[in-house]
């Protein structure tokens, strides 16, 4: 059964930083794409950000520069660092799998963790 559990949310005021931590199991990571997805309260899920099994990655405009993902396929590892946050990044952050290559688009990714919120206050 394939699990994904994000953690490393929490409240921090403008400007700082968090680094998000998504461990899979289930499943042999270097053979999936990996994404990071939000919702914001009313709002629909966005592209964040996703890293493919070969390690390109691609950015949503409004995080570039400022986040950055990164895997580690030997411990099943996912990560998003998140710096210079602002208030409109605050949302519950969900981390996705996908086999083969990264996509932008949430319904094309196969599984899903259970997110962690990240508050940012200013």
């Known amino acids: 059964q394939v699990q994904l559990d994000e953690s490393g949310g929490g409240l921090v005021q403008a400007g700082g930083s968090l680094r998000l931590s998504c461990a899979a199991s289930?499943?042999?990571?270097?053979?999936?794409?990996m994404g990071w997805f939000r919702q914001a309260p009313g709002k629909e899920r966005e592209f964040v950000a996703a890293?493919?099994?070969?390690?390109?990655?691609i950015y949503a405009d409004s995080v570039k520069g400022r986040f950055t993902i990164s895997r580690d396929n030997a411990k099943n590892m996912v990560y998003l660092q998140m710096n210079s946050l602002k208030p409109e990044d605050t949302a519950v952050y969900y981390c996705?799998?996908?086999?083969?290559?990264?996509?932008?688009?949430?319904?094309?990714?196969?599984?899903w963790g259970q997110g962690t919120q990240v508050t940012v206050s200013s």
């Open positions: 890293i493919s099994w070969t390690t390109s990655t």
């Open positions: 996705a799998a996908r086999m083969g290559s990264t996509h932008t688009l949430a319904g094309l990714y196969d599984y």
């Open positions: 289930g499943l042999t990571l270097s053979r999936y794409g």
